[in-house]
């Protein structure tokens, strides 16, 4: 167990729905991170949150949004789903100026039918 | 921007050495990040260099050049269990963010 929580694990939804991941950081990071990994491709970084405040934007879709909440978790939220959504979503968190990069949740794999 | 480049697949025998490349371009640079990921599974992060040299650690060791915007990933006494995508990932300047290479897929035979 790193300590990253995600939830769900799996989801199948259709397409156009609309979904939430969540996500609870290791206890004491502040910065969370979402990446999208489609199959065969690499880790894309969509967003990092530190403390509540958005920091970082990467390739997110319009259609994608986030929020970190007081308590520091997270969520990401994806509306009008199409079939390339389908990918693991996984969520990272980090403390300030640690050497290590990111601890890794197990992710959430997202299947769009 | 950030261009991260690594071979897509490689193959070795069980008890040898692999070296994993990763090259990349970037228009400011403050560390590079070598993670492990099994399929379906986590990244886990194996080791982090931001000066030229060699790191070791057990029978994983990673190396940068900064100039040559050139790292490797050495792995010795290579086990089945070593088959696993390997992620070479840069941090930009100022940022906390990872900017990662698509992997490279190591398979481990007997």
């Known amino acids: 167990d790193s300590g990253v929580t995600q939830t769900p694990k799996h989801l199948i939804t259709a397409t156009g729905q609309r979904v939430t991941l969540r996500c609870s950081p290791r206890?004491?990071?502040?910065?969370v991170y979402w990446y999208q990994q489609s199959l065969d491709q690499g880790l894309q970084f969509l967003i990092q949150y530190y403390n509540g405040e958005e920091r970082a934007k990467g390739n997110i879709l319009e259609r994608f949004s986030a929020q970190q909440f007081p308590d520091l978790h997270s969520e990401l939220n994806l509306s009008s789903l199409e079939l390339g959504d389908s990918a693991l979503y996984f969520c990272?968190?980090?403390?300030?100026?640690?050497?290590?990069?990111?601890?890794f949740g197990s992710g959430t794999r997202l299947t769009v039918v | 921007g950030q261009n991260i480049d690594q071979p897509t697949e490689m193959t070795a025998t069980e008890g040898a050495i692999v070296q994993i490349n990763c090259t990349y371009q970037?228009?400011?640079?403050?560390?590079l990040f070598w993670y492990q990921q099994h399929a379906g599974e986590a990244p886990t992060f194996l080791s982090y260099?931001?000066?030229?040299g060699l790191e070791e650690k057990g029978r994983f060791s990673s190396f940068l050049s900064r100039s040559k915007g050139y790292s490797y990933l050495l792995l010795k006494e290579l086990q089945m269990k070593d088959s696993a995508s390997y992620l070479c990932a840069v941090r930009p300047y100022n940022t906390d963010k990872l900017i990662f290479g698509t992997g490279t897929r190591l398979q481990v035979f007997p």
């Open positions: 970037t228009s400011g640079f403050n560390g």
């Open positions: 260099n931001v000066l030229d």
């Open positions: 990272a968190s980090s403390a300030p100026g640690q050497h290590y990069g990111y601890t």
């Open positions: 206890s004491g990071d502040l910065s």
